[in-house]
């Protein structure tokens, strides 16, 4: 082949890429990636990019933790003891001197706010006819409460009294006291009248003051 022909070849590939340089570069990348030129499809085929799908994370929230509640326990109430008790007590019964050791039983034939007392008494001082005589009585007394004070409580109380006892006699008759009270914790203060009946001479008769101390038996 003679030279100028292969000249000629050379020239006239070296134009045709010239020419179509400019064109394959202003194509996109993208188009082709995707095989496309001049709007059309090429053999290669789409090739779509995967797109990996997101991590879904779950959110866990702090759950607000119930406040720790006490669940009410039935308690069988605790009354208060109500049992005997035992005291003693002195000052003027009757109108002369005295001193009486006691026991009291609480709420008689189930009543609140109930009670009974009692014991023995022992009691020395002059008569009507100035006749000084010692005297020992069994006294037995019925107790109300006039309120329901959680310390200090109001009370009434009767009863009868009898004389086992008196000088130059054996024994007498019944005699009897009223008085009102008043109690706060294991001491109590008793106010009234009261009457003791000797049965052959003139009794006592006159005020009933006395102090007194009790507790639990």
Do not use: C
Request: no cysteine.
């Amino acid at each position: 082949m003679k030279r100028s022909t292969v000249w000629l070849l050379l020239a006239a590939v070296g134009l045709a890429i010239v020419s179509a340089g400019p064109s394959f570069a202003r194509e996109p990348r993208k188009a082709r990636l995707m095989g496309v030129r001049g709007g059309k499809v090429g053999k290669i085929g789409k090739i779509v990019p995967r797109l990996a799908a997101p991590i879904v994370r779950p959110i866990i929230l702090n759950q607000a933790v119930p406040p720790f509640r006490l669940r009410p326990v039935a308690v069988a109430a605790v009354k208060p003891y109500q049992g005997p008790e035992v005291g003693l007590a002195a000052g003027l019964f009757a109108n002369i001197p005295s001193a009486a050791g006691e026991i009291r039983f609480h709420k008689v034939l189930g009543l609140d706010g109930t009670a009974v007392k009692a014991g023995l008494r022992f009691a020395e001082g002059k008569d009507a006819n100035e006749v000084t005589r010692k005297n020992a009585l069994i006294f037995a007394d019925g107790i109300f409460n006039l309120n329901k004070g959680p310390a200090r409580s109001f009370i009434w109380a009767g009863g009868s009294n009898y004389l086992a006892y008196t000088t130059g006699q054996t024994n007498g008759t019944v005699g009897g006291e009223v008085y009102l009270g008043v109690q706060e914790g294991s001491f109590y203060a008793e106010a009234g009248y009261a009457a003791i009946r000797t049965g052959f001479s003139p009794s006592y008769k006159g005020i009933d003051l006395n102090l007194g101390f009790k507790w639990v038996y």
